[in-house]
């Protein structure tokens, strides 16, 4: 049987860069883990990951926490969304094969970058225990190595990370191998906007389709969703969220931060790096 930790957590959240934030556009289409209802997506939900520094992940006898503070405490206005949430994610990332990881570049920049993070499966809210946070013993894992990683601020933004082991009990996605996801499809992001438990955002859609290494969409993202998969209708995973617009404008009125909201097709749109942009990644397989 597993071991199961209680953990108490508070965010940290932290920016990665300023240009790596993220919006909402029209709807706020960010969802909580349980509640979703659709069993692919939730299914899809496990194999996603949360990047979080080990540092922050304070092993006890019986109940490791993290410090911190919450949205709220950070500026954000309370009157927002999962402001009374806690959080604790840098990034996210996704499982895609024995103790393979994909997040993005800017998340993986060097050794010390993979030495200082543990990649958790599971890190979800649940409302039974809305102060705490229970997650299993044998889904933290370190990084080994960094296998693959590029980052160009205006461009190809990815890593591929080896895990301490091989990852047990979940599925590996599906990715895209060759050619790219039509305009019209839609989309769905999985992951851990400012640095929040994990969130599903749908309703997605593509704006520009016509760079070769990444493209351009409306999706309801956030800093902490850099290395989040993004989905096409199939549960295919088509790229990795690595930047966009700025996610928080301040509330002069009210001294606080909400969220910046932009109409459908409005502001810069989010950058998707195409995961068919890692060379020769079946390879690492």
Not at 11 to 31: K, L
Not at 242 to 264: F, I, Q, S
Request: charged share 25%; net charge positive; hydrophobic share 35%.
């Amino acid at each position: 049987m597993n071991k199961v930790y209680l953990i108490g957590l508070v965010i940290f959240a932290t920016s990665v860069c300023a240009n790596e934030t993220q919006v909402i556009y029209g709807e706020d289409d960010r969802v909580d883990s349980f509640e979703l209802s659709d069993k692919k997506l939730a299914d899809l939900a496990k194999s996603n990951v949360a990047l979080i520094k080990t540092s922050k992940l304070t092993a006890g006898r019986t109940h490791p926490s993290i410090k911190g503070k919450t949205l709220i405490e950070k500026g954000v206005c309370k009157t927002e969304r999962f402001a009374k949430q806690l959080a604790a994610a840098r990034c996210s990332g996704f499982f895609i094969g024995d103790d393979l990881i994909v997040t993005a570049g800017h998340c993986m920049v060097s050794e010390s970058d993979c030495a200082n993070q543990s990649i958790v499966f599971g890190y979800q809210y649940d409302p039974k225990f809305p102060k705490t946070y229970r997650v299993k013993n044998s889904d933290v894992y370190t990084c080994s190595k960094i296998l693959v990683q590029k980052y160009e601020r205006s461009g190809l933004d990815y890593a591929v990370i080896k895990l301490d082991r091989k990852v047990k009990h979940y599925t590996p996605l599906e990715f895209r191998t060759s050619g790219k996801i039509s305009k019209k499809e839609e989309l769905t992001t999985i992951g851990h906007p400012s640095g929040l438990p994990q969130k599903i955002a749908s309703g997605g859609s593509i704006r520009d389709n016509s760079k070769a290494g990444w493209f351009e969409a409306n999706l309801d993202t956030f800093h902490g969703n850099s290395g989040s998969a993004v989905f096409n209708s199939q549960g295919v995973v088509e790229g990795i969220l690595v930047r966009g617009e700025k996610d928080y404008v301040t509330d002069e009125k009210r001294g606080c931060r909400v969220v910046k909201v932009c109409k459908e097709g409005e502001c810069r749109g989010e950058d998707v790096t195409r995961i068919t942009s890692i060379p020769k990644l079946n390879d690492l397989l």
